[in-house]
């Protein structure tokens, strides 16, 4: 069973930085992909970025490009997520997730709050 706990969450103000990170407990070739989303109250949970364990490829939502950066160690099996130029609409519970052999995301750590206050 592979495990994902995510740290880093908190207050920040609008135009700060956070750097969230993600501890996998296990990886096997299926983790393919490790991904953050991020689910806002009353809005459903949105893909933010994803990287490649392999390739180190990375690809972003529209709306963090050029704010967020998503990257690896694979030496720690840990992925992080720097956030930089925050806004109040990037507040939301952070997911760390990691792909199966299917592809599909199906393992999910517990979350970690972002408050981006203006």
């Known amino acids: 069973q592979v495990q994902l706990v995510e740290s880093g969450g908190g207050l920040v103000q609008a135009g700060g930085s956070l750097r969230l990170s993600c501890a996998v407990s296990?990886?096997?070739?299926?983790?393919?992909?490790t991904g953050w989303f991020r689910q806002a109250p009353g809005k459903e949970r949105e893909f933010v970025a994803r990287?490649?364990?392999?390739?180190?490829?990375?690809n972003y939502a529209d709306s963090v490009k050029g704010r967020f950066t998503i990257s690896r160690d694979n030496a720690k099996n840990t992925v992080y997520l720097q956030m930089n130029s925050l806004k109040p609409e990037d507040t939301a519970v952070y997911y760390c997730?990691?792909?199966?052999?299917?592809?599909?995301?199906?393992?999910w750590g517990q979350g970690t709050q972002v408050t981006v206050s203006s």
């Open positions: 997730s990691a792909t199966s052999a299917t592809g599909n995301y199906a393992y």
């Open positions: 296990r990886r096997t070739f299926t983790n393919y992909y």
């Open positions: 990287i490649s364990w392999t390739s180190g490829s990375t």
